[in-house]
């Protein structure tokens, strides 16, 4: 099977040629394109609305009760268009402390169901910690699902006005990666490294980022361009 998933994702070649190949379903299909990004023109193309969101999550966590208002508004300000969340009513994750990259991915796959599976499809799983990376509050691996680490916003802040910044602020995050977008070096834009990962950092209410800058803003719009 030819994947291009097997070249270095920033490989010249695969930069160049990707966002052609990723306009046709078929060739997506085809050559297995499931890096973080991968979807971005489906989930931005006009037909494909409402976006679905389910969200599966471990026994232990209990999802925010604004969850749902976070991931409406986050798809209506980057892609304009409504969503329908999902939130599983009984956890969908095997509870464990902490997940490896392969056991989020395997465990993510594992949950979700299949009625809900869509070209709008976006999946959000909520467990406690990542053992490869345990110092992030979010994480991608693929095209369609984004992680999300309740231990981290837990050891980040004991306020629970401030933990809602945290989840609101690293939900916008990874799917900012979703819909393509890379870091930016300026601490006060959503698509700062810091948003995801801290090292010791305490945060305070006013300074965790819940906007997209200009910059991605600009490249949002150049994506909603270019897929309809
Ligand atoms: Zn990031």
């Not at 099977?1 to 085809?30: G, S």
């Not at 594992?110 to 999946?123: E, F, G, I, M, V």
């Not at 809602?164 to 977008?181: A, C, F, N, P, Q």
Request: with cysteine; hydrophobic share 35%.
């Amino acid at each position: 099977m030819v994947t291009l998933t097997l070249l270095p994702y920033d490989n010249p070649t695969n930069l160049a040629l990707r966002p052609t190949i990723l306009k046709i379903p078929y060739a997506q299909t085809l050559f297995r394109l499931n890096q973080p990004g991968d979807r971005r023109f489906a989930y931005a193309a006009t037909q494909n609305s409402p976006l679905i969101i389910e969200v599966d999550y471990a026994p232990n966590i209990v999802p925010e009760a604004k969850l749902q208002t976070w991931l409406e508004s986050m798809v209506q300000e980057t892609l304009k268009k409504p969503a329908r969340v999902i939130i599983e009513t009984t956890p969908q994750i095997p509870a464990q402390n902490d997940y490896t990259h392969q056991e989020l991915y395997t465990h993510a796959k594992a949950a979700q169901n299949p009625q809900l599976k869509s070209p709008s499809y976006l999946q959000l799983v909520y467990v406690n910690r990542s053992q490869d990376t345990p110092t992030n509050s979010g994480v991608v691996l693929t095209s369609e699902t984004m992680f999300l680490f309740q231990d981290a916003m837990y050891e980040l802040s004991t306020q629970s006005h401030i933990r809602d910044r945290l989840v609101e602020s690293t939900i916008k995050h990874e799917w900012g990666h979703l819909l393509g977008l890379e870091h930016i070096d300026q601490e006060d834009c959503i698509m700062s490294e810091t948003v995801e990962v801290y090292e010791n950092r305490r945060f305070q209410a006013t300074n965790i980022p819940t906007d997209y800058c200009p910059p991605t803003i600009s490249a949002l719009n150049l994506l909603l361009h270019q897929a309809n």
